[in-house]
């Protein structure tokens, strides 16, 4: 697929998803436990941290838990992205376990740095609740902090609610992309250009 030149690398997903079997099913009831019903404001807190390597078996099934199988990162590539060092990697914990997490990646060129705002999972217990951009703007500052001003994302083209969120930080399209998550499943580019005037 052909990118501009000052677009981030590559499509969001870079290989097949494994099918979910009951194992992988077991697994992830192992690693994250079912919410916890608690009256409103007794909820644990939940606090934004690096992810480390030891989070990438409870970032991977949050990542299974809120997307559909097409649309989900293997646990190698959860793994991959902590361990990048171009990856900005950040999980939300809320009482000892993770209930979302978000990677950013930067990617240098002549032409000069950008970031990619590559995938942000949120436990369903915890949808509606903020998070996501909390965690979107965490990735930004992150990356800002750094000095990078050009922050892309891919999106489903019908996905309303994350574009409006998106819209809603400053992101704005800037690529229609026809094909991006298969023949009939067309994509979005958006840019946050945080120098813009």
């Known amino acids: 697929m052909g990118e501009a030149?000052?677009?981030?690398?590559?499509?969001?997903?870079?290989?097949?998803?494994?099918a979910v079997s009951h194992g992988t099913l077991e697994y992830i009831d192992a690693v994250v436990?079912?919410?916890?019903?608690?009256?409103?404001?007794?909820?644990?807190a939940c606090h934004i941290r690096p992810a480390?390597?030891?989070d990438a078996g409870q970032?991977?099934?949050?990542?299974?838990?809120?997307?559909?199988?097409?649309d989900r990162f293997s646990l190698r590539q959860t793994r991959g992205l902590i361990?990048?060092?171009?990856?900005?990697?950040?999980?939300?914990?809320?009482?000892?376990d993770i209930v979302a997490w978000t990677a950013m990646l930067i990617?240098?060129?002549?032409?000069?740095?950008?970031?990619?705002?590559?995938?942000?999972?949120?436990?369903p217990g915890w949808a509606g609740r903020g998070l996501g951009r909390r965690l979107a703007a965490h990735g930004i500052e992150s990356l800002t902090r750094e000095g990078i001003r050009r922050i892309y994302l891919e999106v489903r083209a019908e996905n309303d609610r994350a574009i409006a969120l998106y819209e809603s930080m400053g992101f704005r399209v800037v690529r229609h992309l026809p094909t991006y998550y298969g023949e009939a499943s067309p994509g979005l580019r958006m840019l946050l250009d945080t120098g813009r005037e």
């Open 5 to 18: 030149p000052d677009a981030p690398d590559g499509p969001q997903r870079d290989d097949e998803p494994p």
């Open 33 to 44: 436990s079912a919410p916890v019903r608690v009256s409103p404001g007794r909820e644990p």
């Open 52 to 54: 480390t390597d030891r």
């Open 59 to 70: 970032a991977w099934a949050v990542e299974q838990a809120a997307f559909a199988e097409s």
């Open 83 to 96: 361990a990048n060092p171009r990856g900005r990697v950040f999980v939300a914990e809320a009482g000892g």
């Open 107 to 123: 990617r240098r060129t002549r032409a000069g740095a950008s970031g990619r705002l590559y995938t942000i999972a949120v436990s």
